[in-house]
Each structure stands twice: as C-alpha cells, then as structure tokens.
C-alpha cells in the first residue's frame, strides 16, 4: 500500500482589515498580506479604494518614489471620496499647504525654512525644558500612587513642547490642549468636532501670526521661537504667504505631537508587557547609562510605533511596485507596521530587543518626506521613558491588556488610555 499524496494545504483566509480586533493587533494580518497580497488593493473604512504596501523593500522603494505624489490633487477621486484622503477639516480650514501635501520644489523650500528649528543643537538646547515639562507632569499624580499615562502624561508633554518650540504663550497653550485633543478622538468624540477645532487652531495661528509680525524686533534673538522664525523668513524675500505659514504651524503641531503621544504610550505599553526588557532599560538608566535608552527607543519604534501607515501618496504615473501594477490617480498606502515586522529585513521581527542595532526601520519614513520633528521625537521619547522608570521603579498596568482599547484610526496607532498603579512618591 503506497502513501496517498497529500492535497495541497489552503492558504489561510485573508483577514479582515480595520475591525476593533485588527485596531488591537494588527500584526498577523499583516504577516498575512507580506506573504499572500504584499501590494494589497482594499476599500478603507471611508469608503475610499487604496493600495497597501506592506514589505519592507517595497515599502521603502515607495517612500523614496517622486512618482508617488503628496499633492491630494492627483487623487482620481470618485465623488463619494472627495476630501476623504487627508486631515478632517483641512481643506475648509484652507490648511492644505503643508509639508504633508506638497511636493519639490514647494516641498524644498518650505522644508528648509523650517529645518532649522530641528537640528541637533537647537534640539540640544531644548533639552531642559523637555526635562521639566517632563518632571512636572509627573509631580501631579506621583503622591496619588496611579495614573492615566495617556491622558495625564504622553498627551500633554509633546503638546507643551510644541507650543513652546512654536512660541504659543504659555497662557494659550491649554487651549491648544483642548483643541489637539479633540483631533486626536478619530470618531470618539462630537460629530464634526475635529473638523471645528481644526477651524479654531487655523483662526488662532492665522491671529498669533499677526501679532509676532507686528512686534517681531529687527534681529533674532537666541532660541527665536518657530513662528517668528517663518515670518521673519517670509519678510526677507521667502515668499511664505500667510496661509503656508499657518499651514506649516498646523502640521508641526498636529505632526509633532500625536506620534509623540504615541511613541511614549506604545512604548511605555510595551515596557510593561516585556518585564525582562524594562528590567534591563531600567538597571542600565539607574547606572547613568545612555546607550541602551538610544538603541531601546528605536526598537520600540520598530515594533510598536507611533504611525501605522505613512500618511497618503498618489500615483502620478503608471508604475509598479512589488510586480503590482499601479494606475494614475491611485491612492497608495505604505504600512510601516508591516514593513517594520518583515522577516527579510529584521532577525525575529516580532520579538522586543531594546539591544537591537541593525535597525534601519522606518518609523519615521524615508526620502524627502523623513520626519522632519524626529530628534525631538527622540529627545522626547528618551527623557520621558527614562524619567518614569526612575521616578516610579515599580511601574505596573493596572488593567488586563486584553481590557485596553486603542485608537480608531487610519493613519496613528495608539492607546485611549494606560492605566497604572506605583507607590506614591512624595
């Protein structure tokens, strides 16, 4: 009697995409997609039609093609996903001008105006601040022995820090905390609430802006606030207009704080999930040790990090990409998690290792859209994890995982909140 041979195993059914289970891992649909659909066509919860990328060698190939445009006006949109692609309320609030949405030459320029405020010296330099924001915050709910870490910590740290790079005066900045925290509700908060305070923040800035030029002195002064940089910039032959200027505000701030926020929830997240890895992050900072934090951060980029997806890009021309052919006017999306979690690229891409050094994942893109606010991102990230640890060494979750919800939303990936428990500090 001879072994019968053994039908073909059926692949796995593919998963469902954008579901609350999906929101909450991710991960093995998309283990599913590099492998059976790497550049996946699908229909997002908007009803709009967009390509998913999602290996790494394509995703990074994709990041860095001038044929995949940022402009929104390349979008062959059908009328049902008219203004479905970008920020709610941008195009109403006439904030479209951004670095997000532009491409070379505007992009360039617009880009080089405002890189100085992030070059490693001036965010040296800002270092103290992020320190005290960041002991602050932590006062508050220290002696109280438990804490919502989203709302009392990551949110607000990254949105007082940006208030204070642009130069939003200290007594306007809880506004700004209002209105960045209803954007970042996606859909858990008032209809239409994102699209109203972004409508707030344009009036407010294109206000702010106004008063800075009209009191602006004749030459800069040492650690010259971002705004006043990008007036002053305009005023000597840039030709930044008034509504690239409030744009350009718009996107550092809502850019700069939300992937903050969730870099250091994620991170903190995971931290407390991995006890094995917190324990040596939290021995090798109690030695005044750097080197691990450094390499830990970027880890924890990697593999949880704060963009899911990198923000929308359209085909200006037919092209193709992982041998899928892309049509003009297509949406395509780059999924970061999934590039980042690939197999080809990372050693056991989803295990933790804060030791990691071959790490080139592109948690803050690549090509000339890299993350402009990334050395912030990172002085931010580092100063809070390593604060936490020493100031509340027993950190714990105080919820089962399982319990935690995270954000809808197409483009972030991040907690609604992380509830924990410490011994009160005096």
């Not at 109280?144 to 204070?164: K, M, N, Q, T, V």
Request: aromatic share 6%; charged share 25%.
């Amino acid at each position: 009697m001879t072994d019968q041979p053994h039908p073909p195993t059926a692949p796995a059914p593919a998963p469902a995409l954008f579901t609350w289970e999906f929101a909450t891992d991710p991960y093995p649909a998309y283990a599913w997609l590099r492998e059976h659909a790497p550049v996946h066509r699908t229909r997002l919860p908007s009803g709009v039609e967009a390509w998913l990328v999602t290996r790494y060698a394509d995703a990074r190939q994709a990041l860095a093609d001038q044929r995949l445009s940022k402009n929104p006006a390349h979008h062959d949109e059908p009328a049902h996903a008219k203004g479905k692609t970008g920020i709610p309320g941008e195009r109403k609030a006439d904030l479209m001008t951004h670095l997000l949405n532009i491409d070379p030459p505007d992009h360039t320029r617009l880009r080089r105006l405002v890189s100085k405020a992030f070059t490693p010296r001036r965010v040296a330099e800002f270092a103290p601040r992020v320190q005290e924001l960041t002991d602050r915050l932590i006062d508050r709910f220290a002696e109280r022995g438990s804490a919502d870490l989203i709302h009392e910590f990551a949110f607000p740290l990254p949105i007082y820090a940006i208030c204070d790079l642009l130069g939003v005066p200290r007594e306007d900045q809880d506004d700004f905390r209002d209105w960045a925290g209803m954007m970042i509700r996606h859909g858990g908060g008032p209809r239409g609430g994102v699209a109203r305070s972004v409508k707030k923040m344009r009036g407010y800035l294109a206000e702010l802006i106004h008063k800075k030029r009209e009191a602006l002195p004749a030459a800069p002064e040492p650690g010259e606030d971002l705004i006043s940089g990008l007036i002053r910039a305009s005023d000597h032959g840039e030709h930044l207009t008034e509504n690239e200027a409030a744009a350009m505000a718009f996107i550092l701030l809502f850019a700069g704080f939300e992937t903050t926020v969730n870099l250091i929830g994620n991170g903190i997240y995971a931290l407390l999930t991995h006890p094995e890895q917190r324990r040596r992050l939290q021995e090798s900072v109690a030695r005044g040790e750097r080197d691990l934090l450094g390499t830990g951060v970027e880890e924890l980029l990697r593999y949880d990090g704060p963009v899911e997806l990198a923000t929308w890009r359209f085909a200006t021309e037919p092209l193709t990409i992982g041998g899928q052919d892309i049509a003009p006017g297509d949406p395509v999306l780059v999924v970061l998690a999934a590039a980042d979690r690939d197999p080809e690229r990372f050693a056991e891409p989803d295990v933790l290792d804060l030791t990691r050094r071959d790490n080139q994942h592109l948690g803050y893109g690549h090509g000339i859209h890299y993350c402009l606010g990334a050395p912030l991102a990172r002085l931010e990230g580092q100063t809070a994890l390593a604060t936490l640890l020493t100031r509340l060494p027993d950190l714990r979750l105080a919820a089962d995982p399982a319990e935690l919800r995270w954000r809808g939303g197409l483009i972030m990936r991040g907690l609604r909140t992380l509830p924990v428990e410490f011994t009160p500090t005096a």
